[in-house]
């Protein structure tokens, strides 16, 4: 089955404790990208990767990095987390450029950050 | 800035209507225009896609027009039922390097019995 699997589902950590969301896609897709949702501020996208070994920004990437070692993972780190990155983190993936082909989604990670 | 609308309030229709949200967009040019659907807590799951020289795409209930000059999508839902309910989000995309999707912040639809 095509899927995109993060882990984990839900998180609640402290300030400053470095954390990792893991994505993964089975589906040998190009570009990966995570997203963060908000209420009334809907999806902002936070980092993505055309491919292996290929990063750019979002418009909201501060105090967050990822990485793309493989083409299947895409991990988002957050360094040192603040109280304002709890939120819904997504991660996505499409065969090309997002926009062009239909992106598929994970199922969220709700991180709350005290 | 690009900036894109969705109805913010809920859409309350009758089971068996047709359900019609719409997408106003400014400042950008896409080449493509995507609707999702978002139940709570979940992931977005892809619908359609139409691109800028289309006018019109249709899948099964569902019916996507956009039209370039008034720069606009409308999303139909025929004969709609209690389990089309959820947030629709529409996304545009295609016409910057990055290849990302910029969202709506989505319409809640409610189909009752």
């Known amino acids: 089955e095509a899927q995109v699997t993060q882990n984990p589902r839900y998180l609640i950590t402290v300030t400053g404790k470095k954390l990792t969301v893991t994505c993964s896609q089975n589906?040998?897709?190009?570009?990966m990208s995570w997203y963060r949702q908000d209420p009334g501020l809907g999806l902002r996208q936070i980092y993505y990767?055309?491919?292996?070994?290929?990063?750019d920004k979002g418009d909201v990437p501060e105090g967050y990095k990822v990485s793309r070692k493989e083409k299947r993972n895409f991990p988002l780190i957050l360094e040192s987390p603040s109280p304002n990155q709890t939120s819904l983190y997504f991660c996505?993936?499409?065969?090309?450029?997002?926009?062009?082909?239909?992106?598929?989604f994970g199922q969220g990670t709700r991180l709350t950050v005290v | 800035s690009q900036k894109i609308e969705q109805n913010s309030e809920a859409l309350n229709i009758q089971e068996g209507k047709t359900a019609t949200l719409t997408c106003n967009y400014t400042n950008y040019s896409p080449a493509y225009l995507q609707w999702y659907r978002q139940d709570p807590g979940r992931g977005p799951v892809f619908l359609l896609l139409i691109r800028e020289n289309e006018k019109e795409k249709r899948k099964e209930r569902l019916k996507v027009t956009f039209d370039t000059t008034l720069k606009q999508s409308l999303f139909h839902i025929t004969a709609s039922q209690p389990a089309d309910s959820a947030t629709y989000l529409c996304a545009l995309g295609g016409s910057s390097n990055t290849g990302k999707l910029i969202f709506g912040q989505g319409t809640t639809l409610q189909v009752k019995p």
């Open positions: 996505a993936s499409s065969l090309s450029k997002q926009g062009m082909t239909e992106a598929f």
């Open positions: 589906m040998n897709h190009e570009y």
């Open positions: 990767s055309m491919n292996v070994e290929v990063t």
